[in-house]
């Protein structure tokens, strides 16, 4: 079983910046596509951004031009780092690991780590 740990997360003023970061807990996983995927109350979980091993990235268009996803692959580590922060990035963010990315959309993988709050106020 994998387990993937989030960090990173809290709570940040309007403007401001947080990175977030996944990584699998005690186990020679290997990272493959992954994704950041958020759910605000009340909504439903929505896709962030997603990058495949290589690096090729995909993003939400809320979310262009101001988040980025990179991942470290000697670390085993991916990254979402967030900046220009809005009151409606306020949810609680997921990484996700395994997932399928086509020329058109990404799929979700397997994998889940608990999640993290980021709250933005204004």
């Known amino acids: 079983q994998v387990q993937l740990v989030e960090s990173g997360g809290g709570w940040v003023q309007a403007g401001g910046s947080l990175t977030l970061s996944c990584a699998p807990s005690?186990?020679?996983?290997?990272?493959?596509?992954m994704a950041w995927y958020r759910q605000a109350p009340g909504k439903q979980r929505e896709l962030v951004a997603a990058?495949?091993?290589?690096?090729?990235?995909k993003y939400a268009d809320s979310v262009k031009a101001r988040f980025t996803i990179s991942r470290d692959n000697a670390k085993n580590t991916v990254y979402l780092q967030m900046n220009s922060l809005k009151p409606e990035d306020t949810a609680v963010y997921y990484c996700?690991?395994?997932?399928?990315?086509?020329?058109?959309?990404?799929?979700?993988?397997?994998?889940w780590g608990q999640g993290t709050q980021v709250a933005v106020s204004s």
């Open positions: 990058v495949t091993r290589g690096g090729t990235t």
């Open positions: 005690g186990s020679s996983f290997r990272l493959n596509a």
């Open positions: 996700n690991a395994d997932v399928r990315i086509t020329a058109y959309s990404v799929f979700p993988g397997d994998y």
